[in-house]
């Protein structure tokens, strides 16, 4: 492997056989790079994770499993797994096989809600609205996996209603979601953090359309503009989170979440309903 100095053999162990569009080498070496700043990533962040207050760490928790999810993705299409033969039926590429990685839209099932929650929590949006933007963004990923492994031209019909659902995520984030983070006095910081992300979100009907849609981009050029996206919607996001989270106040954004549990430390009793145990002391 490339990430440890040596020739990248990937694609010579785990061969390809029957696919006209596949992975490249020069592709295998740009998806450890992009492995290896994922890994880095998680671990900078779960070490941040230790130094951070215990309530304040909603962030740190969230964010650790995406990039752990897209460490392991990446990985795995690096090393020239997750993927399988879809024919190609467009004109331009009629017959033409190509190799399609399911491993992407894995690492995208669970990046897309992580962000999603996180822009949720920021804003101080209804858990009902967090839910339902969940919702849209597997619905959207879905969308375009059945989109990708659709060998007709009924592929675009998937497409279409995935990239309406991500219209309704972009209203939803930026309008409604903004309205609820000016109450709470963070407007400018949330309006940059969800502009961001649906900046990079308007360029994934792009690259897919062009890519696993139209096979008009090769494997390893498709990899190439998904990989920039990827690193700059999690990892960049994850880290710009925690910068502005510096200057939040969790409790008034109520994601203080640690703090209602009682502390021995601090002295703090139980609320409600003395347990069991009391009540037997109580009543010798």
């Known amino acids: 492997m490339s990430l440890i100095g040596r020739a990248n053999t990937a694609l010579d162990i785990n061969t390809v056989t029957g696919v006209d569009e596949a ?75 190509r190799q399609m990685f399911y491993a992407k839209y894995i690492n995208w099932v669970v990046a897309f809600p992580s962000l999603v929650l996180g822009l949720g929590l920021i ?19 879905i969308s375009y996996l059945v ?46 953090l969800a502009g961001w992300l649906n900046l990079l979100w308007l360029l994934y009907p792009i690259a897919f359309g062009l890519t696993d849609g139209g096979n008009l ?27 502005f989270a510096r200057n939040w106040d969790y409790r008034k954004l109520n994601i203080a979440f640690s703090d209602s549990r009682p502390s021995r430390e601090s002295g703090d009793v139980w609320k409600g309903a003395p347990p069991a145990s009391a009540d037997v002391s109580m009543a010798s």
């Open 23 to 97: 992975l490249s080498v020069h592709g295998s070496d740009w998806l450890w790079a992009v492995t290896a700043i994922y890994v880095l990533s998680f671990i900078i962040l779960l070490v941040l994770s230790f130094a951070a207050k215990e309530s304040e760490r909603v962030f740190h928790y969230l964010f650790t499993f995406a990039l752990l999810v897209g460490a392991i993705t990446y990985y795995a299409q690096a090393s020239d797994l997750g993927w399988s033969a879809v024919e190609q039926t467009e004109h331009l590429s009629n017959g033409v096989v």
């Open 123 to 141: 804003s101080g949006v209804s858990w009902t609205t967090i839910f339902c933007n969940i919702a849209l963004a597997w619905y959207w990923v």
């Open 147 to 192: 989109s990708a492994y659709t060998t007709t031209a009924y592929k675009w019909g998937f497409f279409a209603f995935g990239t309406f659902s991500w219209l309704i995520l972009a209203m939803s984030t930026i309008n409604e979601s903004r309205e609820a983070a000016a109450l709470l006095g963070i407007e400018r910081d949330y309006l940059f």
């Open 217 to 243: 981009i090769g494997v390893t050029g498709g990899f190439i503009f998904f990989g920039v996206l990827d690193l700059l919607m999690v990892p960049v996001l994850t880290f710009a989170v925690l910068f």
